[in-house]
């Protein structure tokens, strides 16, 4: 992706937002693998499996201390897992992370269609996350949205840009 041509200053930081948009388009792509990975992996995995790999995993941490901020919400987080939820995580994990990497794909072939799909789709579950962070709290959620809002961002300003450029050829 070339820097629209311009005058002076105004060139760099549109360079400088093509990096950041090829980056936050990297890392949604290896986001969308690492899901699918993880989606593969739940549809093997038993509850009962899952239970005693975190408890061999959280063990040690809860010995030095047992209310181990970290360790105890994520021995909490796997207790009440039934078949049904990780089947339901399985599936949310690799229709999501399968939409990622085509959506990436296809904007790296720059179909203008991809951007419009993934700001579309990123937006949603930007709603879905603050929804979620109503009742959890959980400040990961908070910088997910944040990093989604400057991907949501990053993608108008380059689809713009491309449209802009398509007009002019």
């Known amino acids: 992706m070339k820097p629209a041509q311009s005058s002076g ?11 950041a948009f090829e980056v936050g388009i990297l890392i949604k792509g290896v986001g969308g693998l690492l899901e699918v990975a993880g989606g593969i992996l739940l549809l093997w995995v038993k509850p009962g499996d899952l239970n005693h790999l975190v408890a061999s995993l959280t063990q040690s ?7 181990d901020f970290i360790a105890t919400h994520i021995l909490n987080s796997t207790q009440g897992l039934s078949a ?11 229709s999501h992370g ?3 990497i085509v959506l990436v794909w296809e904007i790296m072939h ?10 579309y789709l990123t937006v949603g579950f930007m709603i879905y996350q603050v929804y979620r962070f109503t009742y959890s709290h959980a400040v990961s959620l908070v910088l997910l949205t944040l990093f989604d809002a400057l991907i949501v961002y990053l993608t ?4 713009r840009k491309r449209r802009s450029s398509a007009v002019r050829a």
């Open 84 to 94: 049904g939820s990780l089947l339901f995580a399985a599936v949310y994990l690799l």
């Open 98 to 100: 399968i939409v990622k």
């Open 61 to 67: 941490e809860l010995a030095e201390d047992p209310r």
């Open 156 to 159: 108008v300003a380059e689809l």
């Open 9 to 19: 200053g105004e060139s760099r930081s549109s360079s400088r937002l093509d990096k």
């Open 110 to 119: 720059h179909r203008f269609w991809a951007y419009s799909g993934l700001i």
